[in-house]
């Protein structure tokens, strides 16, 4: 008998108990917490975004029958609501972070910093269940010595880096290797699910470099996109319900979107992975323009693109696109709105600019017969 399912079937972001990157540290009082988390966090600021999670210790503080945001124009935001902590609501406010970093001694962490204080041997005892994922250890002074029950509990841990207190630079950069280790995988997106109205026929089909043009870009991101699979390969076809195409396709499932529609569905498939989407009327494109993005690929944005020199805005069918995107993309949905540039040019990303001519887009049979004049 066939096990009835409720709801569909999705894939899931990969996500520890608030954030997809979170470290907990525990084992010394909460302000020395706070104070290395602030020392980490600024060490690492131009590398990525790091959010703090910690629990207030004001007993006198009451719930508000109002929420309110208070912004100032350097930046920064002040906000007061009687929100409970919720794992599904965090999830979806962190998911914008490369690390959140958790007070250990009130929330729980998928990884954990363990810091070594005499003082705080029953406060790790007692938090003995939350060491599942130990990265390294830091003492807090000289005289801090493994509690002997640790042994028990993580078998390793005289293996794990160790560091004192003070050496934040070592600390820091420990961090940051976590951090790089988390990038996203790439993957490939070409669209090819457009319905080629202005120029009468399908564009993907067209051909300027001997090839039609999705097979061209197809080869040219098989051989260049970094993250390849032995088992899989990572470049796939954007394509709309009713298209047919041989080879690794991705079937609209955000109908009559467009681009937007396509980007989404790649993200419903995989939402783990970097997207670099790349639309078939960008003839232009070569070797050299993809591997300047994947160059500069920026994951603490949301997204990596190319902008003409000339032009006011990027464009957005040549972009890596991060995973923190997908559930921005999802929240303009939400609003109304189905253009990708829209949420490009009003979220933090990174740009690089070119020459207009490399990203000119070809939409009709005159510019056409002047690109492939112009390719020869």
């Not at 020395?32 to 910690?54: G, M, P, R, T």
């Not at 250890?137 to 078998?155: E, G, M, R, S, T």
Request: aromatic share 8%; charged share 25%.
């Amino acid at each position: 008998m066939v096990k009835h399912q409720k709801h569909s079937k999705l894939s899931k972001r990969n996500n520890g108990n608030y954030a997809p990157n979170e470290i907990s540290i525990l084992g010394v009082k909460c302000s020395i917490i706070s104070n290395l988390v602030a020392k980490i966090a600024k060490s690492n600021q131009k590398i990525a975004k790091v959010a703090y999670l910690d629990a207030s210790h004001n007993k006198e503080i009451q719930t508000p029958f109002l929420d309110t945001y208070t912004f100032h124009h350097s930046g920064n935001l002040d906000v007061n609501s009687n929100n409970e902590l919720n794992k599904f609501n965090a999830r979806i406010q962190f998911s914008n972070y490369d690390l959140l970093l958790i007070n250990g001694n009130h929330y729980q962490g998928q990884k954990q910093i363990l810091v070594l204080d005499c003082e705080k041997e029953a406060s790790v005892l007692k938090r003995l269940d939350q060491l599942t994922d130990v990265q390294f250890v830091v003492k807090a002074n000289k005289n801090a010595n493994y509690f002997d029950f640790l042994k028990d509990q993580i078998p390793n841990i005289m293996e794990l880096s160790c560091y004192e207190l003070d050496e934040i630079e070592k600390i820091s950069n420990h961090i940051e290797s976590i951090i790089q280790s988390d990038i996203p995988l790439i993957k490939s997106l070409i669209l090819t699910g457009g319905k080629s109205t202005r120029m009468g026929t399908d564009k993907g089909m067209l051909k300027y470099h001997g090839v039609s043009q999705r097979e061209y870009l197809y080869n040219l991101l098989s051989d260049i996109v970094p993250d390849k699979s032995e088992t899989e390969n990572q470049v796939y076809y954007s394509v709309r319900g009713n298209q047919v195409i041989e080879g690794n396709i991705i079937t609209d499932s955000f109908i009559d979107l467009g681009p937007f529609g396509g980007i989404c569905s790649a993200f419903q498939k995989d939402p783990n992975s970097a997207w670099f989407v790349i639309a078939t009327d960008l003839p232009f494109i070569d070797t050299s323009v993809i591997k300047l993005l994947l160059k500069n690929r920026n994951p603490s944005k949301m997204a990596t693109t190319l902008k003409g020199k000339s032009k006011q805005f990027p464009e957005p069918l040549i972009t890596i696109w991060e995973p923190k995107a997908y559930p921005i993309l999802l929240s303009y949905l939400a609003q109304g709105y189905s253009c990708p540039r829209k949420a490009l040019i009003n979220s933090d990303i990174e740009i690089i600019e070119v020459d207009d001519a490399i990203i000119r887009n070809v939409n009709t049979p005159v510019e056409y017969e002047l690109a492939k004049k112009e390719l020869k």
